[in-house]
């Protein structure tokens, strides 16, 4: 069975730029959850998608966007970056039952310079 | 509101000795209880989970973590390391609401 992927693995832009990250999550799965790993800032939750819709989010700022499509992948949309917009961003999904534990990706390590 | 704190930001031992990341927990309600691994640059991996079954979870790679509602703690532990376990340990808790809270993390570092 294949994981959570994500893409890109990597991504450089420059400081007021729009970044786009991509998530697919594991076959089954209708929850997505996307997290920021900051340097020394640990994991902080920043959006859930269930069934299209976004069902929470944390405590950043509206530039921090995303969504959910029909097929239950989906994307983390970053406007007018900031050099501390800088992180892994990692997506995780879960099947929404039971105990709810969430199944990782690797990351997209996003550098804004 | 949940919540959780690990005890230690770093643990240093060495190979062959045994592991013990230390996590309590908050919880208003009967908790769910995840350890997760981050190996350097990589996503998370599950660990083991603690669902209110049985309070010693075994988990992959030997490591198993014992659940003690009267001390709110579920630590981690490994009989003997193995260079293949530093990493970033993450404990995590639930209160079933795809609303999951994660410690600070836990470096292990293995010596030979």
């Known amino acids: 069975e294949a994981g959570v992927t994500q893409s890109p693995t990597h991504l450089i832009k420059t400081r007021g730029q729009q970044a786009t990250l991509r998530c697919s999550p594991i076959?089954?799965?209708?929850?997505v959850y996307w997290y920021q790993q900051a340097l020394g800032l640990g994991l902080q939750f920043l959006l859930w998608y269930d069934e299209g819709e976004e069902r929470n989010r944390g405590n950043f700022p509206p530039r921090f966007s995303g969504r959910q499509f029909p097929n239950y992948s989906s994307e983390l949309n970053v406007n007018a970056l900031e050099l501390e917009d800088s992180a892994l961003y990692l997506c995780a999904s879960s099947d929404g039952t039971g105990y709810y534990e969430q199944y990782f990706g690797p990351g997209t390590r996003l550098t804004v310079t | 509101a949940q919540s959780v704190t690990q005890l230690d930001s770093h643990v240093s031992v060495s190979e062959g000795t045994p592991v013990l990341l230390r996590c309590n927990y908050s919880s208003s309600y009967s908790p769910s209880l995840f350890w997760y691994v981050q190996h350097p640059n990589k996503g998370l991996q599950l660990l083991l989970k603690?669902?209110?079954?049985?309070?010693l979870v075994k988990g992959i790679n030997g490591f198993e973590a014992e659940f003690k509602k009267s001390e709110t703690s579920f630590h981690l532990t490994k009989p003997s390391a193995h260079m293949s376990d530093a990493a970033e340990y993450f404990c995590v808790v639930s209160e079933g609401s795809n609303d999951m809270r994660f410690g600070a993390g836990t470096r292990l570092t293995v010596k030979p």
């Open positions: 603690y669902t209110s079954a049985a309070t």
């Open positions: 076959s089954g799965h209708t929850s």
